[in-house]
Nanobody
Framework: QVQLVESGGGSVQTGGSLRLSCVVS????????MAWFRQAPGKEREGLAG???????TYADSVDGRFTISQDNAANTLYLQMNRLKPEDTAMYYC?????????????????????WGQGTQVTVSS
């Protein structure tokens, strides 16, 4: 079965950087999308970035220019490089994956589009 395992979360000060990793196993789709979401306490889960099997990427306005999503197909790993972190970036971060048709677009990407999720990794940014 498909498994996603995140790592790389932690505590940093404002302006710092972190790189999240998500090792994906068992996914057999030739056309797929992988994404990063986050959920802060008391808030809904928010889509941050997506990347499809063609390498096309999409970002939420809240992270565009600060976060970069990438994938290493040889290592079956999805990454989220997070720079210039802010206290409002504090949340549990999740990677997600599923088969996909068409171009990925943050405007239409929702958590319901993804059937496979990691367990989450906590990111805390202090001021």
């Amino acid at each position: 079965q498909v498994q996603l395992v995140e790592s790389g979360g932690g505590s940093v000060q404002t302006g710092g950087s972190l790189r999240l990793s998500c090792v994906v196993s068992g996914m057999i789709y030739s056309s797929y999308c992988m994404a990063w979401f986050r959920q802060a306490p008391g808030k809904e889960r928010e889509g941050l970035a997506g990347i499809d099997s063609d390498g096309s990427t999409t970002y939420a306005d809240s992270v565009d220019g600060r976060f970069t999503i990438s994938q290493d197909n040889a290592a079956n790993t999805l990454y989220l490089q997070m720079n210039r972190l802010k206290p409002e970036d504090t949340a549990m971060y999740y990677c997600a994956a599923d088969g996909w048709g068409g171009r990925i677009d943050i405007a239409t990407m929702t958590e319901e589009d993804f059937g496979y999720w990691g367990q989450g990794t906590q990111v805390t940014v202090s001021s």
